[in-house]
Nanobody
Framework: QVQLVESGGGLVQAGGSLRLSCAAS????????MGWFRQAPGKEREFVAA????????QYADSVLGRFTISIDNAKNTVYLQMNSLKPEDTAVYYC??????????????????WGQGTQVTVSS
């Protein structure tokens, strides 16, 4: 099994920044993709960003491109999401996820096998 634990959420004003972290523990895989998703109240969970373990490939949702940066520290088994220029519409619960089968990031929620509990990000206007 794999455990994913997110941290770093909170309340921030529009235009501010936050950095989310997701630490993975338990079973390890030689290749995998880690991603961030978010879910706002009354909306479906949506893709935010993903990165391959090799760091060669990344994917971003159009809504966060140029504002968010995903990175991975394999030595610490931790993935980060640096969020800059935050907007009120970025308010959501942010989830970390792991795809143990692929080495190229995908946007499909069903491709991710393991999920964290989520961390709340609230952006005030």
């Amino acid at each position: 099994q794999v455990q994913l634990v997110e941290s770093g959420g909170g309340l921030v004003q529009a235009g501010g920044s936050l950095r989310l972290s997701c630490a993975a523990s338990g079973r390890t895989f030689s290749t995998y993709v880690m991603g961030w998703f978010r879910q706002a109240p009354g909306k479906e969970r949506e893709f935010v960003a993903a990165i391959s373990r090799s760091r060669v490939s990344t994917q971003y949702a159009d809504s966060v491109l140029g504002r968010f940066t995903i990175s991975i520290d394999n030595a610490k088994n931790t993935v980060y999401l640096q969020m800059n220029s935050l907007k009120p519409e970025d308010t959501a619960v942010y989830y970390c996820a792991l795809d143990r089968l692929r080495h190229i990031p995908t946007l499909t929620t069903d491709n991710y096998n393991y999920w964290g509990q989520g961390t709340q990000v609230t952006v005030s206007s």
